[in-house]
Nanobody, 131 residues
C-alpha cells in the first residue's frame, strides 16, 4: 500500500528554520515527480515547491529564495528546507506524488491543485510561525 509520511513540522519564531521530510513507500518513487503543498483554513491548497525527475525545481514566488526542495532517491525521501520563516508560512504542509503527465503543469507555480493530477498525499504536518 502506497504511503507518504511527513515529519519535521512544529512551532518556530519568525526568522527561524525547519526541515520537513516525507518518506515514501509502497510504490515506485521515481515514477512520479514530488511536491510540497500547504493549506490554511478557509483557503485552497497551494503549491509550495515541486521537483521533477530531471531535478528541475519550481517554487511559489512567496517562498523563492527561502525554501529549498530536495530528494534522496535511494531513501525514497523528499525534503523541504525552510529558512527565514514568516508568520504567513503558517499552514499544514503536505507532500504529494504527482502523476507524470501533470509534472509539467505544476512547473507553473500558480497552477491550482487538481485532485486528478495526484497519485498520493501525505497526512500533513503543521508548521506554525510566531512573531
Amino acid at each position: 500500500q502506497a504511503q507518504l509520511v511527513e515529519s519535521g513540522g512544529g512551532s518556530v519564531e519568525s526568522g527561524g528554520s525547519l526541515t520537513l521530510s516525507c518518506a515514501a513507500s509502497g510504490y515506485t518513487y521515481s515514477g512520479h515527480c514530488m511536491g510540497w503543498f500547504r493549506q490554511v483554513p478557509g483557503k485552497e491548497r497551494e503549491l509550495v515547491s515541486i521537483i521533477s525527475n530531471d531535478g528541475t525545481e519550481t517554487y511559489a514566488d512567496s517562498v523563492k529564495g527561502r525554501f529549498t526542495i530536495s530528494q534522496d532517491n535511494a531513501k525514497n525521501t523528499l525534503y523541504l528546507q525552510m529558512n527565514s520563516l514568516k508568520t504567513e508560512d503558517t499552514a499544514v504542509y503536505y507532500c504529494a506524488a504527482v502523476l507524470p503527465p501533470a509534472c509539467y503543469y505544476y512547473r507553473n507555480p500558480s497552477s491550482r491543485v487538481n485532485p486528478r493530477f495526484f497519485a498520493y498525499w501525505g497526512q500533513g504536518t503543521q508548521v506554525t510561525v510566531s512573531s
